[in-house]
């Protein structure tokens, strides 16, 4: 349930109204807008609180019941878009983040190498996998903490925040040592226990799309790292499985304002693991920030024919580069800046 205040409600109404929360044995989830505040009412049971017990005090305007079960995901709790500071930048805002990069490091001269242009073309955050979900026990599992050693230089080297994903709770510290954002992969949208445990640390988190994940259970995935004190949680739209082989992936361009209209939290979108082939990488980009993604991920690569993994679906330095002049034209139509 949420309580929305008067416009000119005083201070003073507004805790009235959180301390009779708490009392109740509830959380609170204040939501402070320009025109309104709004007290989001958390727990189990919360159907269970009778609307008047808040409509009768001082200062509120209405309560509303919210029949979505993400509380802390939701819109509307906050109705304000969340932009999620990381390193001097910002993902959320006006500006369109462009995280880029190889899907695994494999050497440090790579990382290096790669880092480089991402930046030079205008990319803002450096992506690179040390630690690998590969569908095969058998296919490169990834550098490991060499990798996450070699992100880090790339870091110094250009300036640009690092994403890496975390695969078990065993290497959250690990991976926080090193990393700016972690990623959750589609794989773990659904691992409560690794979500949990990034809900605990106090770095942004990038969650991804379950492999055959619905938007709802994208949007729980985030709420179980909400609900555990780490508000900084982007949510990516990375293709999900349908009966089409033609692709890898089906990309979901629907859930893209879908998820815009559900939450508050910034969206991302991942082509290169949503069509699984270079070519189609830059026309579901262009789409993606057409619809209103706030940020994209792409894949890049040195040599993708020599790629020791995802090689199909990333781009060259040179296309990279072409794209990110696309994606500004793009950008602009649709009254942002990349
Ligand atoms: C990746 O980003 O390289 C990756 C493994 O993605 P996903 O979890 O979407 O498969
Ligand atoms: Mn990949």
Redesign the pocket.
């Known amino acids: 349930m949420i309580v929305v205040m008067k416009q000119h409600s005083s201070a003073e109404q507004v805790e009235a109204v959180v301390k009779r929360v708490e009392e109740l044995g509830y959380k609170v989830h204040l939501s402070r807008g320009e025109a309104r505040t709004i007290i989001g009412i958390i727990g189990a049971d919360d159907y269970l609180i009778q609307q008047d017990t808040f409509e009768v005090l001082d200062g509120v305007e209405k309560t509303v019941r919210i029949m979505q079960p993400y509380k802390y995901a939701s819109r509307d709790f906050t109705q304000s878009s969340t932009s999620i500071p990381v390193n001097g930048i910002s993902v959320g805002g006006e500006k369109i983040v462009v995280m880029a990069g190889p ?2 490091v494999e050497s440090r001269e790579q990382i290096l190498e790669t880092a480089h242009a991402v930046k030079e073309a205008g990319g803002s955050v450096l992506r690179g ?1 040390a630690f690998k979900p590969r569908s095969s026990p058998y296919s490169f599992q990834g550098l490991g903490e060499d990798g996450l050693k070699f992100l880090a230089e790339a870091r110094e080297q250009t300036g640009l925040p690092i994403i890496t994903e975390v695969m078990s709770s065993e290497d959250i510290e690990l991976v926080g040592d090193y990393t700016d954002i972690f990623q959750i992969g589609a794989r773990n949208n659904q691992n409560y226990p690794l979500l949990k445990a990034v809900g605990k640390t106090s770095k942004p988190v990038f969650l991804k799309r379950g492999i055959s994940g619905t938007i709802q259970e994208l949007l729980m995935g985030a709420e179980y790292i909400l609900s555990n004190g780490n508000m900084q949680v982007m949510v990516c739209e990375r293709g999900i499985r349908t009966y089409e082989t033609a692709t890898r992936n089906t990309f979901d361009i629907n859930a893209i304002p879908v998820l815009k209209q559900l939450t508050h939290l910034p969206v991302v979108a991942d082509p ?2 949503g069509t699984g082939q270079w070519e189609f990488v830059g026309p579901i980009a262009k789409a993606s920030v057409a619809a209103g993604a706030d940020a994209l991920m792409i ?1 890049v690569h040195p040599n993708p024919s020599k790629a020791w ?2 090689g199909a ?1 990333s781009l060259t330095f040179k296309r990279f580069g072409a794209l990110m002049d696309e994606l500004r034209t793009i950008a602009s139509a649709v009254g942002r800046q990349i």
């Open positions: 899907c695994s996998g290169a693991h894949e993994s995802d679906q």
